[in-house]
């Protein structure tokens, strides 16, 4: 495990401070978000109050079994990166960071395909990793002719993240597809429904999450469940089988709730015999790449330099 940012705790903190102090005026997300909470949510930007930016290059596809892609395909394609997007599995889209992920497709050289997955309550579990797993499925046999290569990167952020791993859990358990994704992203995900202690002990305190807005998201996702019921492998992968799973970055912050899950699905991970590097940024709340701050360009660079290097 590596800290990171260390010399940039001072702003983090106070980044932090301003958000908690400006809680008042977002929309609440917990204990159970009702519909006109989560249109907003859907209508602006993850972590903000206005509509994201759609780019021109960005091009919204539908391919096969009417998977729904947002794409984005620079001049020069060096490999594909599956990007999955967050939101509670209820809000986000595939749309939602244009400028991000165009950024990150012409400096890492990859054409990016953001899945635009079915969102809770009105598809629950298993909707959105259905559409994950068809997603990957139709990159595994259709990228080389798609975009001239068959070096496959998956990744997310949040309940991105948390889908990812599904993803390639199911790859290699329903579909036999092993070792076609040759790297995974993995920010600051949920890998356990049941909660870890962080998830637990974090509390109210209003940052972009805590213990009632996950109690929430999950509720929505996996709907008359009980906590034994969503310690399943196939919805919190931290109990999973993790053999054959590609490289991994696993990044999450200190302050974040879901500290524990990171911490601990990457030393499985190690344990089950694949390479991960674990990075725990110094005081960042969850989401904080979602706000122009310094930690948030210096984890973009690192994003950007592991999925052009993987």
């Known amino acids: 495990m590596t800290i990171t940012d260390e010399d940039c705790l001072a702003e983090t903190l106070a980044f932090n401070a301003r958000f908690e102090a400006a809680a008042a005026s977002r929309p609440p997300r917990g204990p159970a978000p009702g519909a006109e909470v989560l249109a907003l949510l859907r209508r ?12 021109p290059q960005g091009q919204d596809r539908v391919v096969g079994g009417g998977v729904r892609f947002r794409a984005f395909v ?12 967050g939101g509670g599995w209820a809000f986000g889209s595939a749309d939602g960071q244009d400028e991000r992920l165009w950024r990150l497709a012409v400096e890492a050289r990859l054409a990016v395909m953001s899945v635009d997955y079915r969102l809770a309550p009105e598809h629950p579990f298993p909707a959105g990793p259905d559409d ?25 952020e949040s309940a991105g993240a948390h889908l990812s791993v599904l993803t390639l859990l199911r790859l290699r358990d329903r579909q036999g597809v092993t070792g076609r994704f040759r790297a995974a992203h993995l920010a600051f995900g949920p890998y356990d429904l049941s909660m870890t202690p962080s998830q637990r002990l974090f509390g109210s305190r209003p940052l972009l999450s805590n213990s009632d807005s996950l109690r929430a998201s999950y509720e929505l996702f996996t709907p008359d469940m009980g906590a034994e019921e ?10 999973a089988d993790l053999t054959g799973m590609p490289s991994a970055r696993i990044v999450v912050g200190a302050q974040d709730p879901l500290l524990d899950d990171s911490l601990f699905l990457a030393q499985r991970w190690q344990a089950a015999g694949s390479p991960v590097q674990l990075g725990v940024v110094a005081g960042a709340m969850h ?6 701050t310094t930690v948030t360009a210096r984890e973009q660079q690192r994003e950007r330099d592991f999925l052009a290097g993987a």
């Not at 930007?45 to 994201?52: A, S």
């Not at 969503?230 to 109990?239: A, F, G, H, K, V």
């Open 74 to 85: 620079p001049d020069h394609v060096d490999g594909v990166y599956l990007h999955i997007h």
């Open 132 to 156: 994950c797993e068809a997603a990957a499925r139709w990159l595994v046999d259709h990228a080389e002719a798609e975009f001239g290569t068959r070096r496959l990167l998956i990744g997310g």
């Open 287 to 292: 989401g904080f790449t979602l706000f122009p």
């Open 44 to 55: 602006n930007r993850l972590g903000g109050d206005v509509p994201p930016v759609r780019l």
């Open 230 to 239: 969503r310690r399943d492998p196939e919805i919190s992968p931290l109990y």
